[in-house]
């Protein structure tokens, strides 16, 4: 994609920059994105479940590195 | 007209109304109408549970010195909340009759049984299975899968211990349930016991009876809807976001139109799985007809959109609508939220009415029950039956040219999926972006139509005003419906809509600001999402800590207060729009109201301006940030006269 769009927008400091507008691609997907595709192994499946839902199934800790305690 | 009633917001259903009006159709527009509210029935203070009865219990009047009570002696807060309970047991077990019929079929399946049925989603199989304590490593798929239809069963019946989801909550959650002994044993006792508790001459204070309520509340959220959700997403896929359209629009002049109507998805699968049978397009073609356009109506149509980008031709009060259009060849109805008016409207037109279920039929209405170990056959009768009745069109047909692209199927995987990835899937970003502000917090915004307000007008006022403010709305059922219609389901909608942060952040990730999770049965998506947040940490330990409300602008379902009790009871703020079913006794509001914010630290509200009922939400958010100490509470955007005549 070449033609970008730019916003103009105030910096913590009250300096007036250009940043990046959104950008996404015109038109509609064929149809819904299956993420869970690659994951085509027992084993895949599994070590996904134990990181990807670690709140519940995770042995490693507690939800993210910044939870000590478990909730 | 001076005196003319706004009906709608939605121009396609304003057409509609219009040409039945010409052509002299009832509908529920026309019935309210002619029948108000009885203004003591309205406020839940009469009793008719004993043939002593009924007793009218309207509020005293001024001077007047000793409260009205019935004729067994019974108060007034007594009255209020048997009725109050008895509509959450209804609606727990709406939602847990579903659940059940899904976890019989999810059995059959395992076995080999259902026609046309399969396990679709493994990783949602071991995922389930994992919460059910079930052993995976080598067995077989179909092992797994029976053991686990087994489980799910028994936790209908079970008679003691505690149901399984529970412990997906947050232990602090679950120490409030536990210390307040309102941890649900099995899903129909619960029901049951609200049921005996409430006959003549049991259980005569308020306090206890609303804690059985809330027991069996309880039983529907963590328990009948979510086994419901779970299950039809291993055997019909967990939803991935799919593109849809919305609105009468969707049907077609030269298509065999068929609406599929209801709650329970098994047949609408099916129905899609024989659509797409080269056999049956060709004898639509032969027929005279294009091809076949399946359509939903209501939670059915938010089931096949999610899984399949079936198009979804409207919600709750455009159900005999669709039928006006005389397009319509065939629509089913299995259970919930059919209008019985449709029989009469279908007579109006060609339309065959079909009910499916061996819980429902509607007189006059042709029955064709499906059975999961016939259910293909069913679906093609089904068929059939439509193509053979596309040549019996009465009259030219007029569809409204209004529909909308949207984007659906938000589930709570697919969540924390986008937000961080294959390998790095977390609730991460989305806490970071509360935690920075560029989010002020997360409303679940849900719930049905209801002909006393304008169709539709309550969730998109309150829905902008939300999301105007960078609150991140989740949504189900009717007012999903009603939040596509309005171009709120689009990535695009964020830049139109949303505040400054919010819109970053959804197009950082590609998301409309409003995200579409589901059926009503599916509330128990956003308990999950909402559990997950918890866990992820930054944001407190309880789901009463997070910044998050709960609303159902325009309710009117027995389902929809189960739904909005076991929110509260899980520490979530939730404002229901009107009507209010406890206004007839002081005590049981106040106790809904105020006294449970010290037991469950979630209070319910009512609010009939959907704007301020945003606002009382957004003030709450802001309470709980500041309490998180999460900056000071930043202005709030309010809506001039002028951005609310845009909202229409
Ligand atoms: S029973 Fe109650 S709600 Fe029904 S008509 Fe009588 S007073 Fe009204
Ligand atoms: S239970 Fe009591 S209040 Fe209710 S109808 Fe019978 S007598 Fe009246």
Redesign the pocket.
């Known amino acids: 994609m070449s033609d970008y769009t730019y916003d103009e927008k105030e910096r913590f400091d009250g300096v007036t920059i250009k940043v990046l507008g959104p950008t996404y691609e015109e038109g509609k997907p064929e149809g819904g994105h299956d993420w869970k595709s690659g994951l085509d192994t027992r084993e895949k499946a599994l070590d996904y479940l134990r990181t990807a839902l670690r709140y519940w199934y995770g042995a490693e800790g507690f939800g993210s590195e910044k939870r000590k305690k478990e909730a | 007209m001076a005196d003319e009633l706004i009906r709608s917001i939605d121009k396609a259903t304003l057409e509609m109304l219009e040409k039945a009006e010409k052509e002299q159709v009832s509908t529920v527009f026309s019935r309210a109408d002619q029948i108000k509210p009885c203004p003591i029935g309205v406020e839940e203070s009469c ?4 043939a ?4 009218r219990m309207p509020r005293s009047k001024k001077g007047e010195e000793k409260a009205r009570m ?3 002696g ?1 108060t007034v807060e007594t ?1 209020v909340a048997r009725n109050f309970a008895r509509k959450i047991a209804a609606g727990s077990a709406s939602h847990s009759d579903h659940a059940r019929e899904v976890t019989e079929t999810f059995l059959k399946a395992a076995q080999g049984q259902a026609q046309g049925f399969t396990i679709k989603d493994e990783i949602k199989l071991f995922e389930v299975a994992l919460d059910f304590g079930i052993e995976i490593e080598d067995r077989s798929v179909t092992d797994i899968a029976i053991e686990l239809g087994q489980k799910a069963l028994e936790e209908f019946g079970k008679q003691h211990g505690e149901l399984t989801y529970i412990r997906k909550a947050p232990l602090k959650r679950q120490e409030i349930w536990k210390k307040q002994g309102v941890i649900p044993r099995g899903i129909d006792r619960e029901v049951v016991e609200i049921m005996h508790r409430t006959h ?1 001459g049991v259980d005569q204070d308020y306090v206890h009876i609303l804690e059985q309520a809330t027991r069996c509340a309880l039983a529907d959220g963590w328990g009948g809807s979510m086994i419901s959700t779970d299950l039809q997403d291993i055997m019909f896929g967990t939803p991935v976001p799919v593109v849809g359209t919305i609105n009468l629009g969707v049907l077609k002049e030269d298509e065999v139109n068929i609406v599929v109507h209801g709650h329970e998805p098994l047949l609408p699968e099916l129905l899609v799985t024989a659509s797409r049978d080269p056999e049956i397009k060709k004898l639509a073609e032969k027929a005279g007809a294009k091809g076949i356009n399946l359509a939903g109506m209501c939670c059915s149509a938010n089931e096949v959109l999610m899984r399949h980008g079936i198009p979804c031709a409207g919600n709750f009060l455009q159900q005999e609508l669709a039928l006006v259009t005389g397009a319509v060849e065939l629509m089913t109805v299995d259970v919930q939220c059919q209008m019985q008016g449709l029989q009469d409207v279908a007579a109006c037109f060609h339309t065959k009415l079909v009910s499916t279920s061996d819980r429902a039929k509607i007189q006059g209405a042709t029955h064709m029950e499906f059975h999961p170990d016939t259910g293909l056959d069913t679906a093609k009768k089904i068929l059939r039956l439509a193509i053979e009745n596309f040549p019996n069109r009465r009259g030219p047909v007029q569809i409204p040219d209004h529909k909308e692209d949207i984007v659906a199927g938000f589930s709570h995987e697919t969540i924390n999926y986008l937000l961080g990835g294959l390998f790095r899937a977390s609730y991460r970003p989305l806490n970071d972006n509360i935690v920075n502000g560029r989010i002020r917090g997360v409303a679940g915004v849900v719930g049905c139509n209801n002909v006393r307000t304008v169709h539709d007008s309550a969730h998109i006022a309150m829905i902008k005003e939300l999301i105007k403010n960078d609150v991140l709305v989740l949504t189900t059922g009717c007012a999903a419906m009603a939040c596509g219609k309005a171009g709120l389901l689009t990535p695009e909608a964020a830049r139109a809509f949303a505040g400054e942060g919010l819109a970053e952040v959804c197009e950082a990730v590609g998301i409309p600001p409003v995200l579409h999770m589901g059926a009503c049965v599916d509330n128990s998506r956003i308990l999950v999402a909402a559990s997950a947040m918890v866990k992820e940490g930054g944001l407190g330990d309880d789901l009463s800590d997070l910044p998050v409300a709960g609303a159902a602008p325009e309710w009117m379902s027995e389902k929809a207060l189960a739904i909005g009790q076991y929110f509260v009871a899980s520490g979530i703020f939730t404002v229901f729009g009107s009507p209010w079913p406890t206004l007839g006794s002081d005590k049981v509001t106040r106790h809904l109201f105020e006294e449970y914010e010290e037991i469950y630290k979630g209070t319910w509200a009512f609010e009939a301006d959907p704007v301020k009922a945003a606002q009382r939400m957004i003030a709450h958010i802001d309470t709980k940030r500041k309490a998180l100490g999460l900056e000071k509470a930043r202005e709030r955007v309010l809506f001039d006269m002028a951005m609310r005549r845009n909202l229409t």
């Not at chain 2, 009793?47 to 004993?50: A, P, V």
């Open positions: 009793c008719k549970i004993c002593m009865g009924p007793c019935g004729v067994c019974a009255v003549m």
